[in-house]
């Protein structure tokens, strides 16, 4: 099948390269050009495992193209996927728009009678904005000229996590459909079917099956429950980890074991045992932006969605704990040097979006502390984000540590884990470890004699 992609961001890109993957004609379009140039190097511009060899595996195959001009993308396809950014408008706090409502007139522009595209909204929007998707093609339609010109509107959403993005799209917990044309959603199922089938052969370039995975369940509903269940599930994992942080911040008053706790808990069927690792908040391109988009809706609607609220404030509130508990044994943090262990908002990903360093960074040059961070894949993003903040990159971890007077593990990278915690202890001035993450041996670093405090344990 013909299928083009509009935003060649992480979901666009994922999206286009694994459909590729699975055989289908994949024509991608961006408008930052910059991108296209890049992609068409076969050049990824993040950093996600798996992605660069599929894309260029399937740039060879001739199944993906990228380019800047949309008209090329458009003309033959059966599916126009949209996957442009819905940012959070910093004036009002509502989603901003924008760009899906400019894709849209801009496919709307373009279509001829001879097709009848399925219109596809990937992008995470506010309830209801299948009905202003529709509309903008409508208006580029007309603003064509163009009669007779038929498509369908439908709303995808996207579960991805980033770093495990290709596993997520091969292997999901459910695909969600939806769209008031029973037609479109038919077509939809025929496009996913192969991940449907039990008896889908996965391509041998991906990892193979996770434990445990069963058949794929597609959800088909009407377009704004659609849009619901991606803003609600955003919402439940974040709300899921501040409650577990709010456990940690009263284990830690009361004495307990967080990781005891966790296990404890997540044992029970009806909670589970995932994203209940407590840590110094939760960051990331997406969960600040639904919840407060959710909010948003919910409000306009006349409703004050209480336990939304709180769990936003609450996050915020999180990123201070690190700089709370090293106040504690430092007391004033003027002049001290602290280093900062990890940049990006999770391991495995270069993404600063939202990410908690920013803001731990933030306050602690408030409180005019000597700044020095390391990152092993975010740091030249952050340098030029941030370029007028006054910190100092480290080469590498044992860089880092050199006189420090206090250091916060933000970031939970793998290699992180696997340092000489001795010689680190050798480097430092003042022998104390915030693990914002949980992640490092509490009793081998008090054993070498480091003051450790971690989140709730
Ligand atoms: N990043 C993630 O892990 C996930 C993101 N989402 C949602 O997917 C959407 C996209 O997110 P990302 O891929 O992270 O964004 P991104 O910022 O990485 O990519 C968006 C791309 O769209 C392009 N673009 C903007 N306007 C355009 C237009 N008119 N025509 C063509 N291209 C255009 C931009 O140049 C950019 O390359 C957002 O709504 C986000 O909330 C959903 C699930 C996961
Ligand atoms: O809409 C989106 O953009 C995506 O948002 C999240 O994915 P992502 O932001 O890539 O990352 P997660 O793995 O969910 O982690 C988000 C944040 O929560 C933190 N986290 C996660 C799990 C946990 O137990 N504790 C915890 O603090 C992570 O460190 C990170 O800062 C969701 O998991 C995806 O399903 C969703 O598609």
């Not at 000597?370 to 480290?394: E, G, T």
């Not at 884990?417 to 480097?427: A, R």
Request: hydrophobic letters at 40%; a neutral charge.
């Amino acid at each position: 099948m013909n299928v083009a992609i509009i935003g060649t961001g992480y979901v666009g890109l994922v999206t286009g390269a694994s459909l590729a993957l699975l055989g289908n004609t994949v024509k991608c379009h961006d408008i930052d050009q910059e991108k296209v140039n890049l992609l068409l190097k076969g050049r990824v511009p993040f950093f996600e495992p798996y992605l660069e060899s599929i894309v260029q595996d399937q740039v060879t195959q001739k199944r993906l193209i990228f380019s800047s001009n949309l008209s090329t993308c458009i003309s033959d396809a059966d599916f126009i996927f949209i996957t442009v950014g819905t940012p959070t408008d910093q004036v009002s706090g509502a989603v901003n728009l924008e760009y899906v409502c400019k894709a849209a007139t801009s496919i709307g522009k373009l279509l001829t009678p001879d097709k009848s595209p399925v219109i596809i909204n990937k992008s995470t929007v506010p309830v209801g904005s299948h009905k202003i998707v529709q509309k903008m093609i409508e208006e580029g339609v007309y603003q064509s000229g163009n009669d007779n010109v038929h498509f369908a509107v439908a709303s995808n959403p996207e579960f991805l996590r980033e770093g495990s993005a290709i596993i997520d799209f091969f292997y999901p917990d459910r695909i969600v459909i939806g769209s008031e044309n029973t037609e479109a959603l038919a077509r939809l199922e025929l496009l996913y079917r192969p991940l449907l089938d039990q008896s889908f052969n996965p391509p041998t370039t991906i990892p193979p099956r996770p434990e445990g995975f069963s058949q794929v369940p597609l959800i088909k509903v009407d377009p704004i429950s659609s849009e619901l269940i991606k803003y609600a599930s955003n919402a439940f994992l974040a709300m899921k980890i501040s409650f577990i942080n709010e456990i940690a911040n009263i284990s830690d008053r009361l004495g307990g074991n967080i990781h005891d706790i966790s296990r404890g808990i997540g044992l029970d069927r009806r909670i589970g045992p995932h994203f209940l690792k407590s840590g110094l908040g939760w960051g990331g391109s997406c969960f600040g932006k639904d919840l407060k988009g959710l909010v948003f809706d919910a409000s306009a609607s006349g409703y004050n969605p209480k336990v939304l609220t709180a769990v936003l404030e609450s996050n915020s509130l999180q990123r201070t704990v690190p700089i709370l508990k090293l106040q504690s044994y430092l007391k004033s943090l003027r002049g001290k040097s602290i280093g900062v262990l990890g940049l990006s908002f999770k391991p495995d990903t270069d993404d600063l979006r939202d990410a908690p360093s920013i803001e731990i960074i933030k306050k602690l040059v408030d409180l005019h502390a000597i700044v020095k961070v390391y990152d092993p894949v975010a740091m030249n993003h952050f340098r030029a984000n941030y370029p007028s903040l006054p910190i100092k990159y480290a080469n590498d971890e044992y860089d880092l540590v050199n006189s420090l007077d206090g250091l916060i593990l933000v970031t939970e990278w793998d290699q992180f884990t696997q340092l000489d915690w001795k010689k680190i202890y050798d480097k430092m001035k003042h022998k104390v470890v915030v693990d914002g993450r949980n992640v490092l041996d509490k009793n081998c670093l008090e054993a070498i004699g480091f003051v450790y405090y971690g989140i709730g344990s």
